[in-house]
Structure formats: C-alpha cells, structure tokens
C-alpha cells in the first residue's frame, strides 16, 4: 500500500523556520519524483519543489534561496526546511510522487500519482 506522510507542521511568526518532513511507504522510493505542493485557503494547490531520484531540485520562484529540499533515498525520507517564512507561505503542504518513467513531471499537479494528507504550515505577521 503506498503511502506519503507528511509531519512538522505548525506556527511560526514571520520571518522564522520550520522543517517539514515526507516519508514514503509501499513503493520504490529511489524511483520516484518528490515533490512539494502547497494551497492556501481559497487558492488553487501551487508546485513548491520538485526533486529527482538523484536529488536534483527545482524550486518555485516564490520560494527559491529561502525553502530547501533534502532527499534520503535510504530511509524513504523528504524534507524542506523553510527559512524567512511569510504570511503568504501559510497554507497546507502536500507531498506528491511520480515515477521516474515517462515526462518530468515538474510542478504540475496532474502528474503526479500519490499524495499525502498534507500538513497545516501557518505563519502570522
């Protein structure tokens, strides 16, 4: 059974960090795009980041230089530290997974084929 569970969400003042983290069960982690979406209240779910099997990221320019990206193929393992967050970043943080066949799925939210729950990520003024 596949699974994405998503932890370490929370609140936290702008201007400040959080690590959130992803960790995958019941599929070939190795082989597999990860990647990080967002949806604020009332907005449509955004790509944040996109990572391949060799951890090669792309980010979205919303939060490239403050947000990073770490994979661990060994334990199944994504995480993305948030840093300088911001009132506009509070939304809830999904994690999503394609294999690698096929097109790069980058952050388009159709290509990608499991999901987690996601974790609420509120930052206040």
């Known amino acids: 059974q596949v699974q994405l569970v998503e932890s370490g969400g929370g609140s936290v003042q702008a201007g400040g960090s959080l690590t959130i983290s992803c960790v995958a069960s019941g599929f070939n982690y190795a082989s597999y795009y990860i990647a990080w979406f967002r949806q604020a209240p009332g907005k449509e779910r955004e790509g944040v980041v996109v990572?391949?099997?060799?951890?090669?990221?792309f980010y979205a320019d919303s939060v490239k230089g403050r947000f990073t990206a770490t994979r661990d193929n060994t334990k199944n393992l994504h995480t993305l530290q948030m840093n300088r967050l911001q009132p506009e970043d509070t939304a809830i943080y999904y994690c999503?997974?394609?294999?690698?066949?096929?097109?790069?799925?980058?952050?388009?939210?159709?290509?990608?084929?499991?999901w987690g729950q996601g974790t609420q990520v509120t930052v206040s003024a």
């Open positions: 990572t391949s099997s060799g951890s090669i990221t």
């Open positions: 999503a997974a394609r294999h690698v066949r096929g097109i790069y799925p980058g952050l388009t939210e159709a290509n990608y084929n499991y």
